[in-house]
């Protein structure tokens, strides 16, 4: 089952823009893990697969932009005491669910946790949509598959922060309609239990796009990725269970992100639905 969490922070003390990158956020998750398992810290800290989790940039309250936007993935200036924020945190593998839950379940609001030099205490964690945080949510992946429609053929996605492919040796930030449903579908086979085959990638389409590059930078490296949206329709002579397969995959972006350092705030995605797709159609 995949689980969207959203953790509300309260800074303690001045979090300076020096902590704010990916890198120190992957610190911060992997602190949590270790406080209930440190073997587990451990082994995601130094496992070199694919990850079973991801992680949103630090969003402010303040500047939180609407759901259907992009988020912010840079600070100009350090968050300074008591400014309310949030984080996401996907997990895509249960287990990995079930071994932090006394994480979950005896979260001391009174104890700090350290983002850098910064401290910072957790006042709640969201795993269900809320009218004001909508990237809470939890579905099973069977859920995911049953609900998907097996016939519509177009999708919008939004690419919330930058985004991009490993192409050979180097990234590429172009989302073609390969780079992200082979991303989405080699997680999904990894995680849900319930393998697709191959797609009918040639058949996919971008029919509609909006997007740009924008560039991560931190004392390590630059990052160059893609934010915004595009359409995708599938086109041909599809049978209904593989438009199915399809939707569901569009689905589940909203949990695995797609692309490079997603664990980093990277890749983060998800489909418009209703009127915000046809709008975009």
Not at 6 to 32: D, E, K, M, W, Y
Not at 132 to 139: F, L, R, S, Y
Not at 192 to 219: C, H, Q, R, W
Request: with cysteine.
């Amino acid at each position: 089952m995949p689980y969207s969490l959203v953790l509300n922070l309260i800074p303690l003390s001045p979090i300076s823009q020096n902590f704010l990158s990916g890198r120190h956020l992957h610190a911060l998750f992997l602190t949590l893990v270790s406080s209930v398992d440190k073997q587990l810290g451990d082994y995601l800290h130094d496992s070199q697969s694919e990850k079973s989790f991801t992680l949103s940039p630090l969003q402010t309250c303040a500047k939180n932009r609407h759901f259907g936007q992009t988020l912010q993935w840079e600070h100009s200036q350090s968050i300074s005491v008591g400014t309310p924020c949030w984080w996401r945190i996907s997990l895509l593998d249960e287990s990995l669910f079930s071994k932090l839950t006394q994480l979950w379940l005896n979260l001391n609001p009174d104890q700090p946790w350290h983002l850098g030099s910064a401290d910072l205490k957790i006042t709640s964690i969201l795993a269900t949509p809320q009218s004001t945080q909508p990237w809470a949510n939890t579905c099973s992946y069977s859920q995911l598959y049953q609900q998907a429609s097996n016939s519509d053929r177009s999708m919008t996605l939004i690419f919330c922060t930058p985004t991009a492919f490993r192409q050979g040796k180097f990234d590429t930030s172009l989302p073609t309609a390969e780079s992200v449903f082979n991303s989405l579908i080699n997680r999904w086979n990894k995680y849900s239990g319930i393998e697709f085959g191959e797609l009918p990638s040639a058949s996919i389409f971008p029919s509609y796009f909006n997007i740009k590059t924008e560039m991560v930078a931190d004392s390590r490296s630059k990052f160059i990725g893609c934010v915004g949206k595009v359409n995708y329709r599938l086109l041909g002579s599809i049978e209904p269970e593989i438009i199915q397969q399809v939707n569901t995959l569009a689905d589940f972006a909203f949990y695995c992100g797609v692309g490079r350092k997603t664990p980093m705030g990277m890749g983060m995605l998800r489909r418009l639905q209703g009127t915000e797709n046809r709008k975009s159609s």
